[in-house]
């Protein structure tokens, strides 16, 4: 699942590694740090709720691409990451060289890609989502209710809510950063449904209510 390869082998993005000096006669050579890997991992609204544990299986780059096996490591997903954040997995990256023991190991970096949602869209802590009403619901206003990551909860539509209207939730969004205890918002698109096909009886009904509302 690891991606970038840094042109001198190993994983790359942050693949640079300290600079040393020289060293002259017979000391023995610095220790140089392992290089850095950088990689993606998807990551879901229930993890960005709630945290998560992930056991992951890194592969590591040969002279001739990525080898078959690799360590097998616990990685932590914060709770209240975003899209595009780097998450710091301390000490998994590339061994370090040199001295006695070797350098110090570099870093992974996993940069949270989020994972499609079947009911939102996700933009940083907010999400969206589209709830369709009845017209008569949209004029005369109306309890509806939506899924959300803290469960099922009602809203109130206004009367007279045009179709396109955008309300806002709040709370109701992915937890953000620190303690996890504020939260974005959920906006919610009102679309007007309307039917497929209208009966005899049906059409009657429109028609008076065409006539009232001139």
């Known amino acids: 699942m690891f991606g970038r390869r840094s042109p001198g082998g190993g994983f790359g993005g942050f693949?640079?590694?300290?600079g040393y000096g020289s060293t002259g006669g017979n000391a023995p050579p610095p220790q140089m740090r392992g290089r850095d890997i950088e990689a993606e991992i998807l990551v879901t609204v229930d993890e960005i709720m709630n945290g998560s544990e992930?056991?992951?299986?890194?592969?590591?780059?040969?002279?001739?691409g990525l080898s078959t096996t690799g360590d097998t490591v616990r990685i932590r997903i914060p709770?209240?990451?975003?899209?595009?954040q780097l998450i710091r997995c301390a000490g998994l990256g590339e061994p370090g060289v040199n001295g006695v023991n070797g350098g110090e190991r570099g870093d992974l970096f996993l940069r949270a890609i989020v994972q499609r949602h079947p009911d939102f869209s996700v933009n940083g802590h907010d999400l969206r989502?589209?709830?369709s009403v009845a017209p008569w619901d949209?004029?005369?206003?109306?309890?509806?209710?939506?899924?959300?990551?803290?469960?099922?909860?009602?809203?109130r539509v206004p009367e007279r809510t045009s179709?396109?209207?955008?309300?806002?939730?709040?709370?109701?969004?992915?937890p953000k950063a620190g303690d996890g205890s504020e939260f974005g918002d959920l906006y919610v698109r009102i679309l007007i449904d309307i039917p497929e096909s209208v009966s005899e009886e049906?059409?009657?009904h429109w028609e008076q209510l065409r006539e009232l509302a001139r």
């Open 15 to 18: 693949g640079q590694t300290r």
């Open 54 to 64: 992930r056991i992951l299986t890194l592969q590591r780059a040969t002279p001739h």
């Open 79 to 84: 709770k209240g990451v975003t899209g595009g």
């Open 129 to 131: 989502c589209d709830v």
């Open 138 to 155: 949209a004029v005369l206003g109306s309890q509806q209710s939506v899924s959300t990551p803290h469960g099922r909860i009602t809203f």
């Open 163 to 174: 179709n396109g209207t955008e309300m806002r939730l709040r709370g109701k969004g992915l």
């Open 202 to 204: 049906a059409k009657v």
